[in-house]
C-alpha cells in the first residue's frame, strides 16, 4: 500500500508540472472585464473589455449593417499555457445558454450558479458565446520559443506598458518584439528588406487612427508571431509582392470598413497557421493586384475565423490581376461565421471570386467546418473582371473541396462567364451539408450555370 500511495504522490505531482499556466498581467490604461471573471487552474486570468471606437457618423454609406452601427464590443482573456486548463468564469448573473467554440471542440460547458465550467488541453482561441452579450474570447498561447533582451542589437523593444510608437520602419535583420503586457499604438511598415521578425504576446493597436496595420512591400524571409493586431483603418495586415513568409499565432481584430485579416496579394510562399481574425471584411483574402506579380504557394492551416460583417472566412480574389493565381491550400480551419453583403451578391463561407484575367488552378480546400454563412456555403465565381478592375475576365480550374461540413444548408454557387471563360474539374470529396451528404442535397444546394464542366461529387 505505501508503494502504490508514493506512485500516486509521484504520478500527481508529475501531471501537475505538466500543467502551468501564465497569465498576461493587467495594462494600465484599458478597461477591465465586470461581465466576465475567469480563472484556469484556480488562477486569475486577467480580463480586458475591448469596444471599438468607430465613428458610425463618417462611415461609408455601404458600411450599414445594424451589428456594425452599434458599439462592437468583445472581451479578451489571454494566457500562455500547456497541459490541462480548468476554467471557471464567474459572471455576475446566472446565464441560461453557453457556447464554447469552434463546435468542432466538443466542449460542453457547464453552469452552476453564476459559473461556467469546462476543461480543455489544447492551445488556441475559444468563444464563449453566453445569452445574447458580448463574447469572451480566449487566447491560450504556448510558450514562446525566443524571447529577446531589451538591448540586444537589432531588436526593437516594446516592455510592458503603453507605447505611442506611430509607424515603426523596419530594416534588414531587425526584429520588433512587444512583450506580454505591451500595447503599442502604431503599425508596422517594411519595404525592400529580408530576414525581420514581429513577435512576441504584446499587442499592437491602430485606436482606428493608424492604417493597415502591417504593410511589408517587396519583403523577403518574414516572421509575424504571437502578437494580437487590432483596431486597423483597411486592410489590417497586407502583404505586396513578398516571399517567404509566417503568420504563426497571430490573433487579429478588425471592426471598420475594409478591415480584412491577412491579405496576401503578389505574394509567393506564405504560410498563414494557427492564427484566429475576427473581421468587418474577408478574414484571408488571397489577391493579384499587380499584373506583373502572380501567386503561388499559400497555405492557411489550422485558423479559426469570424467573417462578422461583409465577409468570407478565406477567399480567393476579387482582384487576380496577373497571369496565374495557383498551388493554394486551405486546410484545417474553422469558419464560425461568414456574412454581409458584396458585389457578387453576398458573402460566402470560403470562395474563389476571379475578376480579372488570371487563370487561377490547383486550389486545395480541406478539413474544413463553416458554423454559419448567412448567404451562400461556397462559392467559384468568374466576373467579367470589371468588379474591381479593368477585366478581361480569368479562368478558375483543378479545385478540390474534401472533409468539409457546412453546419446549415445554404447554396452552393459556381458560375463561369462565357464559352471561353468556364470553371473546370471540381472535385467535392466526402463533404456534408446539415450532416448529410452533399451527393443527397446536391440538387437544391447546387447552383451551377451552363459555362462549368466536370464537376464530381464523391
Same mark, same amino acid.
Given at each position: 500500500?505505501?508503494?502504490?500511495s508514493?506512485?500516486?504522490?509521484?504520478?500527481?505531482?508529475?501531471?501537475?508540472?505538466?500543467?502551468w499556466?501564465?497569465?498576461t498581467?493587467?495594462?494600465?490604461?484599458?478597461?477591465?472585464?465586470?461581465?466576465?471573471?475567469?480563472?484556469?487552474n484556480?488562477?486569475?486570468?486577467?480580463?480586458?473589455?475591448?469596444?471599438?471606437?468607430?465613428?458610425?457618423?463618417d462611415?461609408?454609406?455601404?458600411?450599414?449593417?445594424?451589428?456594425?452601427?452599434?458599439?462592437?464590443?468583445?472581451?479578451?482573456?489571454?494566457?500562455?499555457?500547456?497541459?490541462?486548463?480548468?476554467?471557471?468564469?464567474?459572471?455576475?448573473?446566472?446565464?441560461?445558454?453557453?457556447?464554447?467554440?469552434?463546435?468542432?471542440?466538443?466542449?460542453?460547458?457547464?453552469?452552476?450558479?453564476?459559473?461556467?465550467?469546462?476543461?480543455?488541453?489544447?492551445?488556441?482561441?475559444?468563444?464563449?458565446?453566453?445569452?445574447?452579450?458580448?463574447?469572451?474570447?480566449?487566447?491560450?498561447?504556448?510558450?514562446?520559443?525566443?524571447?529577446?533582451?531589451?538591448?540586444?542589437?537589432?531588436?526593437?523593444?516594446?516592455?510592458?506598458?503603453?507605447?505611442?510608437?506611430?509607424?515603426?520602419?523596419?530594416?534588414?535583420?531587425?526584429?520588433?518584439?512587444?512583450?506580454?503586457?505591451?500595447?503599442?499604438?502604431?503599425?508596422?511598415?517594411?519595404?525592400?528588406?529580408?530576414?525581420?521578425?514581429?513577435?512576441?504576446?504584446?499587442?499592437?493597436?491602430?485606436?482606428?487612427? *493608424?492604417?493597415q496595420?502591417?504593410?511589408?512591400? %517587396? /519583403? #523577403?524571409n518574414? +516572421?509575424?508571431? $504571437?502578437?494580437?493586431?487590432?483596431?486597423?483603418?483597411?486592410?489590417?495586415?497586407?502583404?505586396?509582392?513578398?516571399?517567404?513568409?509566417?503568420?504563426?499565432?497571430?490573433?487579429?481584430?478588425?471592426?471598420?470598413?475594409?478591415?480584412d485579416?491577412?491579405?496576401?496579394?503578389?505574394?509567393?510562399?506564405?504560410?498563414?497557421?494557427?492564427?484566429?481574425?475576427?473581421?468587418?471584411?474577408?478574414?484571408?483574402?488571397?489577391?493579384?493586384?499587380?499584373?506583373?506579380?502572380?501567386?503561388?504557394?499559400?497555405?492557411?492551416?489550422?485558423?479559426?475565423?469570424?467573417?462578422?460583417?461583409?465577409?468570407?472566412?478565406?477567399?480567393?480574389?476579387?482582384?487576380?490581376?496577373?497571369? *496565374?493565381?495557383?498551388d493554394?491550400?486551405?486546410? %484545417? /480551419? #474553422?469558419?464560425? +461565421?461568414?456574412? $454581409?453583403?458584396?458585389?457578387?451578391?453576398?458573402?460566402?463561407?470560403?470562395?474563389?471570386?476571379?475578376?480579372?484575367?488570371?487563370?487561377?488552378?490547383?486550389?486545395?480546400?480541406?478539413?474544413?467546418?463553416?458554423?454559419?454563412?448567412?448567404?451562400?456555403?461556397?462559392?467559384?465565381?468568374?466576373?467579367?473582371?470589371?468588379?474591381?478592375?479593368?477585366?478581361?475576365p480569368?479562368?478558375?480550374?483543378?479545385?478540390?473541396?474534401r472533409?468539409?461540413?457546412?453546419?446549415?444548408?445554404?447554396?452552393?454557387?459556381?458560375?463561369?462567364?462565357?464559352?471561353?471563360?468556364?470553371?473546370?474539374?471540381?472535385?467535392?470529396?466526402?463533404?456534408?451539408?446539415?450532416?448529410?451528404?452533399?451527393?443527397?442535397?446536391?440538387?437544391?444546394?447546387?447552383?451551377?450555370?451552363?459555362?462549368?464542366?466536370?464537376?464530381?461529387?464523391?
Amino acid at each position: 500500500m505505501k508503494q502504490n500511495s508514493l506512485f500516486v504522490i509521484v504520478i500527481g505531482i508529475i501531471v501537475a508540472s505538466c500543467n502551468w499556466i501564465t497569465p498576461t498581467t493587467q495594462i494600465e490604461g484599458l478597461v477591465e472585464s465586470t461581465l466576465y471573471s475567469v480563472k484556469v487552474n484556480k488562477q486569475e486570468i486577467w480580463t480586458e473589455q475591448y469596444i471599438s471606437n468607430l465613428d458610425i457618423e463618417d462611415m461609408p454609406a455601404w458600411f450599414n449593417a445594424s451589428y456594425v452601427h452599434e458599439p462592437q464590443e468583445m472581451h479578451i482573456a489571454s494566457f500562455e499555457g500547456g497541459g490541462s486548463f480548468d476554467f471557471v468564469i464567474t459572471m455576475p448573473e446566472t446565464p441560461t445558454k453557453v457556447v464554447v467554440k469552434p463546435a468542432s471542440k466538443d466542449i460542453v460547458p457547464q453552469i452552476e450558479g453564476n459559473q461556467i465550467l469546462f476543461t480543455w488541453q489544447e492551445t488556441g482561441p475559444l468563444i464563449v458565446e453566453v445569452d445574447d452579450l458580448p463574447p469572451l474570447y480566449i487566447f491560450i498561447n504556448p510558450k514562446e520559443k525566443q524571447t529577446p533582451s531589451n538591448d540586444e542589437q537589432g531588436v526593437i523593444y516594446f516592455g510592458p506598458g503603453i507605447h505611442d510608437a506611430g509607424y515603426i520602419e523596419m530594416s534588414d535583420n531587425e526584429t520588433v518584439y512587444l512583450a506580454a503586457g505591451a500595447i503599442v499604438y502604431g503599425g508596422i511598415r517594411a519595404r525592400d528588406v529580408s530576414n525581420i521578425k514581429v513577435m512576441g504576446r504584446g499587442i499592437l493597436d491602430g485606436d482606428y487612427r *493608424y492604417s493597415q496595420m502591417v504593410l511589408l512591400e %517587396n /519583403c #523577403d524571409n518574414v +516572421l509575424v508571431e $504571437g502578437i494580437t493586431i487590432r483596431n486597423s483603418v483597411g486592410w489590417t495586415n497586407t502583404l505586396s509582392n513578398c516571399r517567404d513568409v509566417e503568420f504563426q499565432n497571430v490573433k487579429v481584430i478588425g471592426f471598420g470598413p475594409s478591415s480584412d485579416g491577412i491579405n496576401p496579394t503578389g505574394s509567393q510562399r506564405v504560410k498563414i497557421t494557427n492564427c484566429f481574425m475576427r473581421c468587418t471584411d474577408d478574414c484571408v483574402a488571397i489577391k493579384a493586384s499587380n499584373p506583373h506579380y502572380p501567386v503561388q504557394d499559400i497555405i492557411v492551416e489550422n485558423c479559426t475565423m469570424i467573417g462578422f460583417a461583409y465577409a468570407d472566412g478565406v477567399t480567393i480574389g476579387f482582384e487576380t490581376n496577373a497571369a *496565374y493565381v495557383k498551388d493554394i491550400v486551405i486546410r %484545417n /480551419c #474553422d469558419i464560425l +461565421l461568414a456574412r $454581409g453583403g458584396s458585389r457578387v451578391g453576398g458573402h460566402s463561407g470560403f470562395s474563389i471570386i476571379c475578376d480579372g484575367p488570371a487563370r487561377i488552378s490547383n486550389i486545395l480546400f480541406e478539413n474544413i467546418r463553416v458554423e454559419r454563412s448567412e448567404t451562400k456555403l461556397f462559392e467559384l465565381h468568374i466576373s467579367d473582371g470589371t468588379l474591381y478592375g479593368e477585366g478581361p475576365p480569368g479562368y478558375i480550374s483543378d479545385v478540390t473541396v474534401r472533409n468539409v461540413e457546412w453546419l446549415h444548408e445554404g447554396s452552393i454557387f459556381i458560375h463561369g462567364f462565357d464559352e471561353n471563360h468556364r470553371i473546370e474539374n471540381i472535385q467535392f470529396e466526402n463533404c456534408s451539408v446539415a450532416g448529410k451528404s452533399l451527393s443527397e442535397v446536391q440538387e437544391r444546394v447546387l447552383e451551377v450555370n451552363e459555362y462549368v464542366s466536370h464537376i464530381f461529387i464523391k
